[in-house]
């Protein structure tokens, strides 16, 4: 028997698959970043000097605290659950990671495409197999019915809510009806701060004893430099998924800076409010110029334009430094476009014009 060597060594199913990639682009002069769903606003510079501070005082040799406790109980307090339901890790992709190795590994993870690219490949790394029930133009609600019989076919549900890159939610009904017919539910809320109340699921997890919500300080707390991430689970639940994260995996900085922008959440409020209200002027702008827009409760908006090339138009921007996230490969003609501030939103604008 020939052995496989080298990268012929590699599972096959990994081998198989693209990795999640991104390729630079060239600008003649960066305008407007708006392609990865990147707050619009910095940690303010007084805030930053306090973790700098911080951070100066430490033992910077030393391995951070095992278990990360401070920013546990940050956590903790933000969010009003106990220290027990809590796991923290290197961004939610990590947990993400875990959860799907822990629960899905070996199984069937169920997605809704167009979703987050990365679930796939997290998958696959995983050992899991992929069902996936799509999601359809205009407004790419999620097929609640099919979703809900894959479910109850043994396949481990995964739910990004607001789901990226489309921005759509799913009520907490639905969330409670699909862990009735699931072992574990993995509801990914990324981006739930920019939502309405009754998108968040956490308080679910009071009655429903199988739900995972996951969840970032990148997108609302404008701490995406630095990899914060946490899931909220019932006790005995957070404790088998605690058995996938790697030890250590937030880093001193990354710990400092939690605390810091938890303790200060008048900063995120502010920045969510900005956002949520630019949304909706940016979504009637768009709308206005003959796009179709997909209805949003995220930091972004997922078009595109009947008829027109999105490849064509992303270029376009792109040559007049503005950056948008094509997305042809998710749904054709479509393009996403993270909402920022008020001159980014007009600097967009007015390429987009000229672009069309």
Not at 80 to 94: L, T
Not at 129 to 144: H, I, S, Y
Request: some cysteine; aromatic content about 8%.
């Amino acid at each position: 028997m020939t052995r496989r060597k080298g990268a012929a060594a590699a599972r096959p199913e990994v081998r198989a698959f693209q990795a999640y990639t991104l390729s630079p682009q060239e600008l003649p002069e960066l305008r407007a970043k708006l392609d990865f769903n990147e707050s619009p606003f910095d940690v303010p510079a007084a805030l930053k000097e306090t973790v700098l501070s911080r951070l100066s005082k430490r033992r910077w040799a030393d391995y951070p605290e095992f278990g990360a406790s401070r920013l546990t109980a940050a956590l903790s307090r933000a969010t009003g659950r106990p220290a027990a339901e809590i796991v923290v890790g290197n961004g939610s992709g990590e947990l993400l990671m875990a959860a799907i190795s822990v629960f899905a590994g070996g199984g069937t993870l169920l997605l809704s495409p167009p979703t987050f690219s990365l679930y796939r490949q997290l998958a696959v790394l995983s050992g899991a197999r992929l069902r996936e029930v799509p999601r359809r133009p205009p407004d790419f609600a999620l097929d609640e019915a099919a979703f809900l019989q894959a479910a109850s076919e043994g396949a481990v549900p995964l739910v990004c809510s607001p789901n990226n890159p489309t921005g759509g939610t799913v009520s907490q009904r639905f969330v409670k009806e699909l862990a009735g017919l699931s072992g574990v539910v993995l509801a990914d809320q990324a981006y739930v701060d920019f939502g309405e109340k009754e998108d968040d699921v956490l308080p679910l997890v009071d009655e429903v004893e199988n739900l995972i919500v996951f969840r970032t300080l990148s997108k609302a707390y404008s701490a995406a430099g630095f990899r914060i991430g946490y899931a909220v689970a019932r006790a005995d639940v957070a404790t088998e998924l605690r058995k996938a994260v790697l030890p250590f995996s937030v880093d001193l900085a990354a710990e400092e800076l939690a605390v810091a922008l938890l303790d200060a959440p008048e900063f995120s409020r502010r920045s969510v409010e900005t956002v949520r209200s630019n949304r909706e002027g940016l979504a009637g702008a768009l709308r206005a110029l003959g796009a179709a827009v997909a209805p949003s409760r995220a930091n972004f908006l997922f078009f595109a334009f009947p008829g027109r090339d999105g490849k064509r138009i992303a270029s376009a921007l792109a040559r007049r430094g503005v950056l948008v996230r094509e997305l042809s490969s998710a749904a054709e003609g479509y393009l996403r476009v993270t909402v920022g501030g008020s001159d980014e939103n007009r600097i967009f604008l007015e390429a987009l014009k000229e672009s069309l």
